[in-house]
């Protein structure tokens, strides 16, 4: 089977989706409420995105230092660190980890 034309199709609805986002009435993108969804939306997602990476191996759940690393950066967070030690502190825990041996 040829991928390129699953490709191309998905290429064409995402620049169609886009295009449509300029259509939208600026009334409808002002509405606080309209807002408060989409922030919601974008944080919720990517939350679940980062949890799904962290502890997801193709099909499998699994436990490494990749979970670690990201409860060492919730802490950080959580401690209202600025986001380059946030990200340093994650790689500091991942690493410290795999040095211990964890896969």
Known sequence: MNLWPLIVLACLVGFLTKLL???VPKKWLTNPRVARVAG?????LLASLTVANAV???????VDSRLGAL???AVALWLKAPFLVVVIVGAAAAAGLRLLGLP
């Open 21 to 23: 986002g300029y259509l």
């Open 40 to 44: 919601s939306l974008t944080i919720g």
């Open 56 to 62: 997801a191996t193709g099909q499998e759940v699994v």
């Open 71 to 73: 409860v060492a950066a």
